[in-house]
């Protein structure tokens, strides 16, 4: 029986996978990268930053030492959370509001299951920041998904066994860390061609049916 939704945070739960795009498309551009496209930042979706940044410099036959690759990750971040300055209640997706209410009125718990290191932030500006039981995030992991150390820590933090969680991904490597964490995993937008998951909605208020059959 379902106990609890994990719910990924970037393009699942707010719109800040654009802004993570055109962040790192303002650092290509600057390092002469110009064929880094939405194709290259679908491999971004749910690794982490220095992960993602490897995704941008595969474009490049520049070499970079560890700490110049530090420093770009930095300066991406830096336009990325400046970005987030005008992130507000009206950037959370449509439907997840709804939805996390739904579940609570269920008696199901919910969680943030997210690579963002910026989550705190995100949910903060959203104000969606006291509405689940749990968060774990970049700040919480040593592992990037596909690794499912992310949701393994939500699912403690909640109390609840793997094998009762769903995630809710936007992510082939979230989906890919969902099953290797043995939960159910719903792939949404991005990620709903994933043979892995378990379903595949294209956007959050399908929800409701999808949870069914996991009941
Ligand atoms: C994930 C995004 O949620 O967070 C990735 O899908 C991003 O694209 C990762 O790289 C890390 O985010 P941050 O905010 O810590 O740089
Ligand atoms: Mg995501």
Redesign the pocket.
Known sequence: MIKAVIF????VLVTT?EL?FEAWKTLADKLDIKDFTKADNVR??????M??LEVVLEKTDRAFSEEEKLALAEEK?EI?VSSLSALSETDVLSGANEFIDYLKSKGIKTAVG?????TPLILEKTKLAGKFDAVSC?LDTTKSKPDPEVFLIAAKKLGVAPCDCVVVED?DAGIEAAKTGGMYAIAVGAAEYNPKADVAIKALESLYRALTIFA
Do not use: T
């Open positions: 990924d945070l970037d393009g996978d993570h971004q979706r749910g690794v982490s930053r992960a993602s971040n990325y997210s690579a963002s290191k910026n970049g992510s």
